[in-house]
Protein backbone atom coordinates (compact mmCIF):
# COMPACT_ATOMS: atom_id res chain seq x y z
CA UNK A 1 0.00 0.00 0.00
CA UNK A 2 1.07 3.73 0.03
CA UNK A 3 0.71 6.21 2.71
CA UNK A 4 0.74 10.35 1.98
CA UNK A 5 0.33 12.65 4.69
CA UNK A 6 0.64 16.18 3.84
CA UNK A 7 1.88 19.32 5.96
CA UNK A 8 2.24 22.77 5.44
CA UNK A 9 -1.13 23.97 5.69
CA UNK A 10 -2.83 26.91 7.75
CA UNK A 11 -3.60 30.37 7.51
CA UNK A 12 -2.15 33.23 4.98
CA UNK A 13 -3.18 36.51 4.26
CA UNK A 14 -4.42 37.42 0.77
CA UNK A 15 -1.21 37.95 -0.98
CA UNK A 16 0.76 35.83 0.79
CA UNK A 17 2.50 32.89 0.31
CA UNK A 18 2.20 28.90 1.47
CA UNK A 19 4.28 25.69 1.41
CA UNK A 20 2.47 22.38 1.04
CA UNK A 21 4.43 19.12 1.33
CA UNK A 22 3.59 15.63 0.77
CA UNK A 23 5.60 12.34 1.92
CA UNK A 24 4.98 9.33 0.45
CA UNK A 25 6.14 6.13 1.55
CA UNK A 26 5.33 2.05 1.28
CA UNK A 27 4.99 1.06 -2.43
CA UNK A 28 5.44 4.27 -3.82
CA UNK A 29 6.70 2.33 -6.99
CA UNK A 30 3.30 1.83 -8.05
CA UNK A 31 2.85 5.47 -8.58
CA UNK A 32 2.76 6.92 -11.79
CA UNK A 33 1.81 10.42 -11.42
CA UNK A 34 1.55 12.99 -8.08
CA UNK A 35 -1.18 16.14 -7.77
CA UNK A 36 -2.59 18.13 -5.25
CA UNK A 37 -6.64 18.35 -5.12
CA UNK A 38 -8.66 21.08 -3.05
CA UNK A 39 -11.87 21.07 -1.92
CA UNK A 40 -14.00 23.75 -0.60
CA UNK A 41 -17.36 23.19 1.50
CA UNK A 42 -19.87 22.93 -0.83
CA UNK A 43 -17.50 22.64 -4.09
CA UNK A 44 -16.35 19.34 -5.73
CA UNK A 45 -12.76 18.45 -5.45
CA UNK A 46 -11.20 19.93 -8.26
CA UNK A 47 -7.35 19.25 -9.65
CA UNK A 48 -4.94 22.05 -8.62
CA UNK A 49 -1.46 21.13 -10.18
CA UNK A 50 -0.06 17.48 -11.21
CA UNK A 51 3.47 16.41 -11.92
CA UNK A 52 4.80 13.03 -13.68
CA UNK A 53 7.20 10.49 -12.85
CA UNK A 54 8.99 12.21 -15.42
CA UNK A 55 8.42 15.74 -14.49
CA UNK A 56 6.11 16.55 -16.72
CA UNK A 57 3.57 19.82 -14.78
CA UNK A 58 0.04 20.64 -15.46
CA UNK A 59 -2.11 23.39 -13.54
CA UNK A 60 -5.92 24.33 -13.01
CA UNK A 61 -6.23 27.82 -14.79
CA UNK A 62 -7.12 29.53 -11.88
CA UNK A 63 -3.57 28.79 -9.82
CA UNK A 64 -1.03 29.21 -13.32
CA UNK A 65 1.07 31.32 -12.58
CA UNK A 66 0.51 31.71 -9.19
CA UNK A 67 1.24 27.59 -7.43
CA UNK A 68 4.18 25.16 -8.45
CA UNK A 69 4.36 21.66 -7.92
CA UNK A 70 7.47 20.05 -7.64
CA UNK A 71 8.70 16.50 -6.38
CA UNK A 72 11.89 15.38 -4.51
CA UNK A 73 12.08 11.49 -6.11
CA UNK A 74 15.02 11.20 -3.55
CA UNK A 75 12.83 12.08 -0.50
CA UNK A 76 9.06 10.59 -2.06
CA UNK A 77 8.26 14.01 -1.13
CA UNK A 78 5.85 16.21 -3.65
CA UNK A 79 5.63 20.16 -3.04
CA UNK A 80 3.21 23.12 -3.56
CA UNK A 81 4.60 26.09 -3.27
CA UNK A 82 1.95 28.59 -3.32
CA UNK A 83 2.06 32.44 -4.10
CA UNK A 84 -0.20 35.62 -4.44
CA UNK A 85 -2.30 33.65 -3.05
CA UNK A 86 -6.18 34.46 -2.93
CA UNK A 87 -9.10 34.24 -0.57
CA UNK A 88 -10.80 32.10 -3.57
CA UNK A 89 -8.00 29.40 -2.90
CA UNK A 90 -9.22 28.54 0.87
CA UNK A 91 -10.03 24.80 0.84
CA UNK A 92 -8.97 21.58 2.12
CA UNK A 93 -5.96 20.71 0.03
CA UNK A 94 -4.84 16.82 -0.18
CA UNK A 95 -2.20 14.88 -1.80
CA UNK A 96 -2.39 12.47 -4.58
CA UNK A 97 -0.85 9.61 -6.34
CA UNK A 98 -1.98 8.06 -9.50
CA UNK A 99 -1.39 4.42 -10.81
CA UNK A 100 -2.08 2.02 -13.27
CA UNK A 101 -5.40 -0.01 -12.88
CA UNK A 102 -4.70 -1.97 -16.88
CA UNK A 103 -5.70 -1.64 -20.21
CA UNK A 104 -3.37 1.57 -20.26
CA UNK A 105 -6.05 3.64 -17.74
CA UNK A 106 -4.56 5.53 -14.07
CA UNK A 107 -6.90 6.15 -11.92
CA UNK A 108 -6.05 8.43 -8.31
CA UNK A 109 -6.13 5.69 -5.98
CA UNK A 110 -3.87 7.01 -3.27
CA UNK A 111 -5.35 10.20 -0.89
CA UNK A 112 -3.77 12.04 1.98
CA UNK A 113 -5.95 13.04 4.91
CA UNK A 114 -5.60 16.35 3.86
CA UNK A 115 -5.00 20.10 5.03
CA UNK A 116 -7.06 23.16 5.30
CA UNK A 117 -5.46 25.74 3.63
CA UNK A 118 -7.36 29.63 4.77
CA UNK A 119 -6.65 32.76 3.04
CA UNK A 120 -7.98 36.14 4.84
CA UNK A 121 -8.80 38.99 2.74
Known amino acids: QVQLVESGGGLAQAGGSLRLSCAAS????????MGWYRQAPSNKRELVAA???????NYADSVKGRFTISRDNAKNTLYLQMNSLKPEDTAVYYC???????????????WGQGTQVTVSS
Open 51 to 57: ITSGGST
Open 96 to 110: AGEREIGAGFRRWDY
Open 26 to 33: GSTFRITA
